[in-house]
T-cell receptor, first 114, second 113 residues
């Protein structure tokens, strides 16, 4: 199993540009999450999904959109990039059945908006 | 609401020193508790977990005990190594929904030879 994979690893955007961060997992997890990690800070939840076709907002959803058409994929879309969106973005997934199960993280995408 | 409060860093220790990183939580019911580690340039990896009161999670020489009476889950290691240098995150998964995890702000640990 590859686990959780994210692309790209790095990206520089100009203000106002748009892009999609890709996330794929091959563990058949129903739950998937997007976090951002700002320097010296913890993780903040942007969006999450409990299954294909179902998404919900987290703590900091403004400026982002997500979709979940398949169990495996959970892309994050930035429509009009702003400098405040400079961050490291992590995708994660987990089993849904019990509260004992941990999240599995991808390697992250480092995004800079100039 | 549910939350995790974690000891602020950075922490710098000499090799073979003892480590304690404090973590306390606020939650209703019986959440599950986790410690994640993030090595430089990498994503978070699960270090250990505990799912009920008095459980002790352990891995790679690290330990943490789920203390409901003090709502704590402190991370400890008796003798740290240079390779333990990383950022450590305490996290909570609520007992009611299971949809969201709550992470602490992270504690950076540097171990010097």
């Amino acid at each position: 199993n590859a686990g959780v994979t994210q692309t790209p690893k790095f990206r520089i955007l100009k203000i106002g540009q748009s892009m999609t961060l890709q996330c794929t997992q091959d563990m058949n997890h129903n739950y998937m999450y997007w976090y951002r990690q700002d320097p010296g800070m913890g993780l903040k939840l942007i969006y999450y999904s409990v299954g294909a076709g179902i998404t919900d907002k987290g703590e900091v959803p403004n400026g982002y959109n997500v979709s979940r058409s398949t169990t495996e994929d959970f892309p994050l879309r930035l429509e009009l990039a702003a400098p405040s969106q400079t961050s490291v973005y992590f995708c994660a997934s987990s089993y849904p059945e019990t509260r004992r199960n941990e999240q599995f993280f991808g390697p992250g995408t480092r995004l800079t908006v100039l | 609401g549910d939350s995790v409060t974690q000891m602020e860093g950075p922490v710098t220790l000499s090799e073979e020193a003892c480590l304690t990183i404090n973590c306390t939580y606020t939650a209703t019911g019986y959440p599950s508790l986790f410690w994640y580690v993030q090595y430089p340039g990498e994503g978070l990896q699960l270090l250990l977990k505990a799912t009920k009161a008095d459980d002790k999670g352990s891995n790679k020489g690290f330990e943490a005990t789920y203390r409901k009476e003090t709502t704590s889950f402190h991370l400890e290691k008796g003798s740290v190594q240079v390779s333990d240098s990383a950022v450590y995150f305490c996290a909570l998964r609520p007992s009611n929904t299971g949809n969201q995890f709550y992470f602490g702000t992270g504690t950076s640990l540097t171990v010097i030879p």
